[in-house]
C-alpha cells in the first residue's frame, strides 16, 4: 500500500494528502484494528527502528507511536528534545542528516511548523508531524477514522468545532478541504484560525467550511461536536485571558441540546473538566473520547507501516 501524492513520505500535514490517501489509511487502520483485537501478531516493521523527539509534553502521541512501533514488530526510541545537542544548536540540517543513518522514520512534536519542514526537506526517511503550533495531523486522521466508525461514513456529516482556532482546528480545516463533509467552527473573534489556512481551504471547499463567533450556530443539527482546551501547550502564560473569552464556548449539556440527537462529542484530550467541557458531557453516553484515544494506536500504525514498509 502507497500514498499517492506524499512527496519523500513525509505527513507534515493533511493538505499534502489526495481523498485516496486518506481512505488508504482508514482502511488499514480498521484492518490493524480488527487483526490487533484477534491477537494477530504483526511483524511489518521487523528490523526498523523508529525515532521520535518531543519538545512538549505529551502521553497518548508518544506512547501510541511507541506501542504501535513496537506492536509493528520495530523498534521505538524515545528521544527528549533536551536531551539531543539541538537544545545545544546542533542546525537541524546535522540532526536530520546523522538521524537518517540510525533511524527508518522520525515522529517529531515541536512548537516550530517550519523546524519540521527544515528536518523533511533534508532527510530521506519519513518525517512525522505528532504536533506543532500550527497542525496536529495524525491526530485528526485518527479522528476521521472515529467518525467513520460511528457514522459509517463522512460524507454529508456536520462537524462543529467549538473553541480555539488552534492546531487542531487547522488540521481539521484542512481534512474538510479534502475529504466531503462539512464543518463550522465557533471561535471567539480573536482566537479565529488563521486566515491564510482558511482562504487556502476554502478554495476548495466552499461553503462545506464555514466561521462563526456563534457556539449555538455551530452546534445545531452537528452530527459531531468537537472541542479542545482553551490555552495549548506553550500558551499557558495566557489562560486566565482566555478563560474570559473562551466562557461562552464550553460544550455543556445545554449546547448539546442543539445538536442532533445521536451526536458524538470529541476531544482529543487531555480535557479540562468544567472549562472547555463540562465533567458530565465528557463522561456521558455522547462521548466518542476513549474510542477516540485507542484509534490513535491503530491510525499510528497504518501510517508507520505504509509511510515506512509500504
Ligand atoms: N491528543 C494528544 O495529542 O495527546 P497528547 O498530548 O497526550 O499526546
Ligand atoms: N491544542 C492542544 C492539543 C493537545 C493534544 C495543544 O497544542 O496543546
Known amino acids: ?3 499517492e501524492v506524499i512527496l519523500k513520505k513525509d505527513i507534515l500535514t493533511l493538505s499534502a494528502l489526495n481523498p485516496s490517501d486518506f481512505s488508504v489509511l482508514f482502511e488499514r487502520a480498521k484492518e490493524l484494528k480488527s487483526r490487533h483485537k484477534k491477537g494477530i501478531c504483526e511483524k511489518s516493521l521487523a528490523g526498523k527502528t523508529v525515532g521520535l523527539i518531543f519538545e512538549k509534553p505529551s502521553t497518548r502521541t508518544r506512547i501510541s507511536f511507541e506501542a504501535a512501533t513496537a506492536q509493528l514488530g520495530g523498534m521505538p526510541l524515545f528521544i527528549s ?4 545537542q539541538l537544545s545545544r544548536s546542533e542546525p537541524i ?14 515522529v517529531l512534536r515541536t512548537y516550530s511548523h517550519a523546524m519540521q519542514e527544515e528536518f523533511a526537506g533534508i ?3 519519513p518525517i512525522i508531524n505528532a504536533l506543532t503550533d500550527r497542525y496536529h495531523p495524525c491526530q485528526v486522521l485518527s479522528d476521521l477514522f472515529t467518525v467513520i466508525e460511528y457514522k459509517q461514513t463522512l460524507a454529508g456529516i456536520n462537524i462543529a468545532w467549538v473553541g480555539d482556532g488552534n492546531n487542531m482546528a487547522h488540521s481539521w480545516i484542512n481534512a474538510a478541504a479534502k475529504l466531503d463533509f462539512s464543518i463550522t467552527l465557533a471561535c471567539p473573534a480573536d482566537y479565529m484560525p488563521d486566515e491564510k489556512i482558511l482562504s487556502a481551504a476554502k478554495e ?10 456563534d457556539p449555538v450556530a455551530a452546534v445545531s443539527g452537528a452530527d459531531v461536536v468537537n472541542t479542545d482546551v482553551w490555552a495549548s501547550m506553550g500558551q499557558e502564560a495566557e489562560s486566565n485571558k482566555r478563560r474570559q473569552a473562551f466562557t461562552p464556548f464550553q460544550v455543556n449539556r445545554e449546547l448539546m441540546s442543539h445538536a442532533a440527537k445521536d451526536a458524538i462529542v470529541m476531544h482529543c484530550l487531555p480535557a479540562h473538566r468544567g472549562e472547555e467541557i463540562s465533567a458530565e458531557v465528557l463522561d456521558g453516553s455522547q462521548s466518542a473520547v476513549w474510542d477516540q484515544t485507542e484509534n490513535k494506536l491503530h491510525m499510528h500504525k497504518a501510517i508507520l507501516e505504509i509511510l515506512i514498509a509500504g
Open 81 to 84: 528534545a533536551g536531551d539531543t
Open 204 to 213: 476548495a471547499a466552499g461553503d462545506r467550511i464555514i466561521v462563526t463567533e
Open 123 to 125: 532527510a530521506s526517511i
Open 93 to 106: 540540517a546535522d540532526t536530520a542528516r546523522v538521524l537518517e543513518r540510525y533511524l527508518d522514520a522520525l
Open 1 to 3: 500500500m502507497t500514498l
